[in-house]
């Protein structure tokens, strides 16, 4: 394990040796995210306009858009029919629809969460937001639904009258759902938050696929077999280079995470998803890059083909804009992007911060890691 270490120092300390290796790491990061990530902060504060259809006209399904006006902080909230919405769709005079469908309240009677479906026009960015928004209000009437029947069952009485008196309730219903402001400086930190982690991808992923073109060079040059001159096995020579890898990503990485929260207020969430998210995303990449590596015959090759893949996928995947601005086809590519699930992963960290939301993201990041590192292994020739 010492001569794993060692071999893992010399290739760190070679890479912050050299002082234009900073500007990539570090320097550019930072200035994308202070010009971009406030770009598209100015562009998301005006509140959206949001249609809804009632095909139901129930009890029921009132109560459901009365528990959605009482906090209209995310967007204003509009009361139409199903042919004006489509229509003002069209002409983009609003940015999405609620389609409350007929059968709403006998669903929500049977203990059935029902389903309310969204359409937005495609400019609209914040539709995660706005589906998480009714995701939270629909499971909000379910508990009070399912809470008046155990009422009613308990004390002989009417459940709708129970239904009223939690509907009414302002107490009750801020319990249950946690208020998001859409122009409150939480929202705000969460967008720069995604604009910080997608640069930080980003220039992670260009010096990793750099700094594993080191590969070629020592081949090369000749270092290796000299290596192997020493006592020294193959497989301490090729762990050390990984290790150096791991390293020098954790150590970019960790670097910028501490100067775009103490800079930009951007928040990273729990500590240990995030090191385990992370973690995941850091092998992944590794992987790609030395596959990409063993590929090339030369660093001009080597350094040709990081940028195709990097610039394009990074594109594709959410790194420069949000995902829902692409059509759906090009969503789709994203999905067999690890920078996508990498995105994913911190959102869903920043959102809730449990290691239960990252579970998905991470377990996808590492089969990338898998593959392309196994890939990459095989095609090493010392």
Known sequence: MKKIWSICGMEVKLVFRNPRNYLIMFAMPIIFTLLFGNVMNESEEE?????????????????????????????????????????????????????????????????????????????????????????NKLSTIVNHVSASKTWSEYSGQDWPVMFEKLQRDEQVQNTLIKRVDMNSDAINEKNISAKGSG?????LMIKLFTVTGVIIEAKGNGVWYRLLTTPVTRFQVASGYLLSFFLIGWIQFGILMLATNLLFDVSWGNPLPVFILVSAMMLAFVGIGLVIATTAKTLEQQSGMASLIVIPTCMLSGVYWPLELEPIFMQRIAE??????AMRGFSDIIATGTLESIMTSTMILLLFAAIFLTAGIKKIRL
Request: glycine share 4%; proline share 3%; with cysteine.
């Open 47 to 135: 509140k959206a306009t949001i249609l809804y259809v009632d095909q139901d006209k129930t009890t029921l399904s009132n109560g459901f858009i009365d528990i959605m006006r009482k906090d209209d902080s995310l967007f204003t909230l509009v009361e139409t029919s199903s042919m004006e919405a489509s229509q003002k769709l069209k002409k983009k005079e609003a940015d999405g629809v609620i389609l409350i469908s007929k059968g709403f309240g006998e669903e929500l009677k049977t203990g059935i969460k029902p389903e309310v479906r969204f359409e937005r026009i495609p400019e609209f960015v914040s539709s995660r937001t706005v589906t998480d928004y009714v995701s």
């Open 199 to 203: 640069f930080c991808i980003m220039f």
């Open 336 to 341: 067999l992007l690890p920078q996508t699930w």
